[in-house]
Structure formats: C-alpha cells, structure tokens
C-alpha cells in the first residue's frame, strides 16, 4: 500500500502530432511534487501516462497499491499542458472515477482544473490546487491525513455542503533550489529512451532552470506560475544535469523554461559551473530575441553547449507584435537570428497566424521575414485563447461552440478573427511549402560552392523542392480562390 500515487493527464498517444514527432519527456513537474513528498515522509508511486493508451489501465495499478490519496499533477513545465485540449481532461475525468472506486481522495493540480475547477469537482475529484503546487500539496496530504481541516490552506478550492470554496492563492516559492532534484527513479527513462531511438533522434531528456515569465504578451496564460520569474541557481542546475548524465548516460537536454537566462549573468554563471564539473552536453531552449541581444549572452550560450534556440518570432509584422503586447521588433529577429548563426547556433521561430486584427498584408510580411531568414525550423499555429489572458477576454463571447482543441493540430479558429479556419489550415500548408523551397534554395547555393559539404538531408530536401515548388504554387491559388472571410 502507498501512502499516494501520482499520475498526470497528458497522454501522447492521444494527441497525434505530438506522437508522430516521437520526442516524448517524461512529467518534470509530476517528478518533482513526488520527490518533494517522498522527501517529506509519504511512501509514494507513480502511474505515467505520457506513453499509455486508455486511462483505464491506471486500474490494476491502483488496486495494487490502493492509496490513500490519489494526485493527478500534470506537468507545469510542458506547454501543451496548459492548452486544455479535451482528450486529456477527459482521461483526467476517467482517472478520478476510476480512484473514487477504491475511495482514494483525489487531487487535481493542472492549469485546466485551475481555470475550471467547477468541472473537476463535479468529477469527482476532493480537491484542485490553483497555481504552484508542491508547498500546497503537502499541507494538503498532511490535513488529510491528520483528519484536519482544510480551510485554512492557502492555494484549494474544494466543495462544502454542496458549496464550492476557494481559499486565497499561496504566494510562489521564490528559493527554488530548496527542493530536492526531481524523482526520476519513478520513471520508465528506457522506455523514453526507446520512442527517441524508433525515431533515429537522439535521446533528450527535460530540465527546467526557471519557473513563470514577467513578460506581459496578452495570449500568453500562466495559470501555474503566475508572472513572477524565479530560478534555480546555475550550481543546482549543474548538479541535475550531473546526476541525468551519470545515471542514464544522457548528454542532450531541453531546457523547458518559458524564458531561460534571464536572470543577469545566470547564462555565463551557469557554462563557469558546467566547465568546473567538466561536463561536455548540449542543449535546447526558448528565448526572446530581446535577451539574446544582451550583452555577451550568445557568446556564453555558444561555449556552454546551446545547440538550438526557439524563440518567439510570432509575426513579421510590427502591428502584429505591438497589438499582442509583445515588446519585441521585427529588427531584433532579424540581428537575432543572424547572430545566432554566425556562432552555428541552430535558430527556430513560433509563428502565430490569426491574431484579432491581422490583414493580408500582415501575413504577407511574416512569409517573407521567414523566407528571407530562413530559420532552421518552424513551428506554426493560429491564436489560441487561453483562460486569464487579456485575448481570451476580448474573443470570450465567440466561444460558445467550441472553447477547446482536440489536439495540437487542430488549429481551429475558436473566435471570429480576420479569417477564417479553412483559410488558416491551407496557410498553414502553403507557408511551410515556401519555407521549405527558400531552404532548399539556400541548400543548392551551398552545394554549387562546395558540392561535398551538403548534408543528407539537405540533399534530400533538394530532391523533394520537386514537390514543394508546384504544391506551393497550386496552394496559393487555393487560398486566392478561397472565401476567407470569417463570417
């Protein structure tokens, strides 16, 4: 018997394009609201779901253990998380019938129950801890199983008599480095492992440095950590990424901050404590044009292993930026981005079509910022709006239908935007297709200058701009042909 067992909601299997990508991580943030536990005394277990098919195998693993209390805890640090799509709540639903069944307490700590926590307690579930969870959740398990009460914990909402009760948010930790290093031994990592390898990509496993982001872009939630900006300390980080190298002979990493390195000379700090400890890796992560910029921020990212930086392009239209309170320029993408590669640091850009307000023109601007830089990579999705952003308030009344995607490639248009879904899902077709012919094109001026300096798969991509350069022509006279309009 287990004092708790753990799961989370998000299940990879279910959420197509993610799955097809063959790069699962493992719940971080599950790993370490367990080891803040177990560091605490309770005996505790772990029911990964990231990899499994139908919550209804968490079944015979709670009837093993039948715990006392049962904590669904998703994984903060993973953006998809916070998206809500809606084959993962309802798993989550499933999870927690399938625990009252054995009478477990339940607690849900998510960014979908903290925004609807009304529907995870009509569930089933006792409690939702709104925001950060770890100091919650163990005054939490200690009343619980103390027999106290509850009222007077900070950070809960739960219902009394039928009535829902919120008590006042807990403020954030703001020393991270007090707790312990996440509970990886919970973890299947072969099996991880195993889903990279299928895939021919090398094994990465997920850090995060940092929790929550003080920038104010308007689309952008942060129902966890809120906008405060806290982080590990770069010699806690070192000893993390110490312990995942010497234990599971990983030497790649994604660092999952929202932001990473903006605390003043923590990125330099950090590559002084990997070269005292004499570990050689390399690493991902996701920035802001603006902070690269600063300094000799580069320069120290480059020497300390950075291998590629996603960082949050959104529109090559300065309209674009200013309206979603960005506070970046179209100009800092560019030197940026060019920096970057200059030091053969792979650049990637998040592009988001749809935003209230966007023209063709605007759209006409972000294709040609991408054609001419021509970043390694592209991510693009249109505006999503999440619960407690200043978006979501202004397109909230169009949301009446459909407030959530199935999965990350839905890409539907959920409010009345300048245009239209269909219009948005073709863009989305044609605007990788004329990214990949200035990539190809880019790649066939390299090889004419040094024929046996191209890549495989830069070969590969020439043979294949035989495709891209008719679908792409015939895309365009799809969208033209189109009615776009959102009406």
């Known amino acids: 018997m287990l004092d708790i067992v753990f799961s989370h909601s998000y299940y990879y299997k279910f959420d197509p394009k993610q799955w097809k990508n063959k790069t699962p991580y493992p719940p971080l943030g599950t ?32 009837n093993k253990h039948l715990p006392k209390i049962f904590v669904i805890y998703d994984d903060g640090f993973n953006y998809l998380t916070k998206m809500c799509l809606t084959t993962m709540r309802e798993a989550a639903f499933k999870m927690i019938s399938i625990a009252k069944e054995i009478d477990s ?39 619980i199983s103390n027999n106290v009460i509850t009222s007077n914990i900070e950070g809960i909402v739960y219902k009394k008599e039928g009535t829902i009760v919120e008590t006042p948010k807990r403020t954030v930790l703001r020393d991270l480095d007090e707790l312990p290093l996440p509970a990886w031994d919970l973890v299947d990592v072969e099996a991880y492992r195993n889903v990279w390898e299928s895939a021919n990509k090398k094994f990465t ?3 995060a440095t940092t929790r929550g982001c003080p920038f104010k872009c308007n689309w952008c939630a942060k129902p966890i950590y809120g906008n405060r900006y806290n982080s590990h300390s770069p010699e806690y980080i070192t000893k993390h990424i110490k312990l995942l190298s010497e234990t599971y002979g990983v030497k790649r990493f994604w660092m999952c901050d929202d932001i990473f390195g903006l605390k003043p000379n923590w990125v330099q700090n950090f590559n002084k404590e990997l070269k005292k400890e004499d570990l050689s890796i390399s690493y991902y992560i996701q920035s802001r044009v ?23 392009a959104e529109s090559g239209s300065q309209a674009i930026l200013d309206a979603m309170d960005k506070e970046t320029k179209v100009e800092q993408i560019y030197e940026a981005t060019r920096l970057l590669k ?32 021509i970043p390694d ?13 200043k978006f979501y308030d202004k397109v909230k009344d169009d949301l009446k239908l459909k407030a959530n ?58 043979i294949l701009s035989l495709y891209y350069y008719p679908a792409a022509f015939i895309n365009k006279l799809q969208l033209k042909n189109l009615n776009p309009r959102n009406v």
């Open 205 to 207: 496993l997920n850090i």
């Open 377 to 389: 990579n592209i991510g693009i999705s249109v505006s999503y709006p999440l619960p407690g952003t």
């Open 405 to 462: 995607w199935t999965d990350s490639d839905d890409l539907a248009m959920l409010f009345k935007g300048s245009f239209n879904s269909k219009f948005y899902k073709k863009l989305h077709r044609y605007v990788h297709k004329e990214y990949r012919k200035s990539q190809a094109f880019s790649f066939l001026k390299k090889a004419l200058k040094k024929p046996f300096s191209i890549k495989k798969s830069e070969f590969r991509l020439l």
């Open 105 to 143: 307490k339940v607690i849900v700590c998510s960014s979908d129950s903290t925004d609807h926590y009304e529907k995870y307690l009509n569930a089933g579930a006792d409690f939702v801890i709104r925001g950060e969870g770890e100091i919650t959740l163990k005054k939490l398990v200690d009343a």
């Open 290 to 312: 603006d902070l690269l910029l600063k300094e000799d921020t580069i320069d120290a990212l480059a020497e300390s292993g950075l291998e590629e930086v996603w960082v949050g």
């Open 31 to 62: 790993l370490y609201a367990a080891s803040y536990l177990r560091e605490n005394g309770y005996s505790v277990g772990l029911f990964d779901s990231n990899l499994i098919e139908d919550p209804k195998t968490i079944k015979p693993y709670l």
């Open 342 to 373: 200059a030091k053969n640091i792979r650049v990637a850009f998040f592009i988001q079509f749809g935003y209230l307000g966007e023209t063709k023109e605007d759209i006409g601007k972000t294709i040609a910022m991408i054609k001419e830089l």
